[in-house]
């Protein structure tokens, strides 16, 4: 398995916005995600998540509002920005783009 220390910080970042392009979510709520759709690859712990929060939040890419979770217990709640959802995309070509590359070097006959 990955650990969050393992996935560079752009990588990071990127899976944020797209796990937040489903809608406002809580930061456990966003790991979970992440989790269950890599299927049990990719973990994402407070340590790396929450710095990543605040970084896309300073960078207006995220709000962020109160409210209380599915346990009523009070939370923040994360959604995507008009400017977050433009990075994605663009972020989303990048790395597409990147991994084409890397898997053509992966792959070379020879």
Known sequence: ?????ELLQGTLD?????TLAMGPMHGWGIAQRIQ?????VLQ??????YPALHRLEYKGRIQAEWGPSE??????????TPEGLG???AERGNWERMAE??????NQAG
């Open 1 to 5: 398995m990955a650990s969050s220390a």
């Open 14 to 18: 990127l899976l944020i916005l797209r």
């Open 36 to 40: 269950q759709v890599s299927k049990e």
């Open 44 to 49: 994402v712990g407070q340590g790396s998540l």
């Open 71 to 80: 346990n009523n217990r009070r939370a923040k709640f994360y959604s995507l």
């Open 87 to 89: 990075q994605l995309e």
């Open 101 to 106: 590359a890397i898997s053509l070097v992966l």
